[in-house]
């Protein structure tokens, strides 16, 4: 009996020690670049410290939820860059767009209740070059 709590013991050591392995990949992004430490955080960003505040409303982007408004969305991501950088606001309500993308500097932050909508058309997403 005890040669038998033995062998379920070692087994049962064995498997976590080839299981924990698998542990240690998990600091590495699947390309093999080590993730840094910030990527890992989960605490609340303080938006009052990246600058600028462009709210969609505010800078003529309308709150409803039918009309495709990407090209305007995409202009406040641009002015945000020109400007040096700050935060994208998208305030309560619905918002359809297709693909946007964010400058060096800029962030996005959706307000409770906000909600960023992808176009169901896959016409209204250009085929475009990128590094992803």
Do not use: C
């Not at 969609?56 to 950088?85: P, R, Y």
């Not at 309500?93 to 409770?112: I, P």
């Amino acid at each position: 009996m005890k040669y038998r709590n033995t062998s379920n013991f070692l087994w049962s050591l064995l498997i976590l020690v080839l299981s924990s392995s698998g542990f240690k990949s998990q600091d590495k992004f699947p390309d093999g670049t080590t993730i840094p430490k910030w990527f890992k955080e989960n605490k609340p960003t303080d938006i009052n410290k990246l600058g600028k505040k462009y709210i969609l409303t505010e800078n003529g982007v309308k709150n409803d939820s039918t009309v495709l408004q990407t090209k305007q969305i995409q202009a406040i991501i641009d002015l945000a860059a020109k400007n040096g950088g700050g935060v994208i606001i998208v305030p309560k309500g619905t918002f359809l767009m297709s693909s946007v993308f964010f400058k060096q500097g800029t962030h996005l932050h959706l307000e409770n209740g906000a909600k960023l909508k992808g176009s169901d058309d896959i016409n209204d997403f250009p085929v475009v070059t990128t590094r992803m």
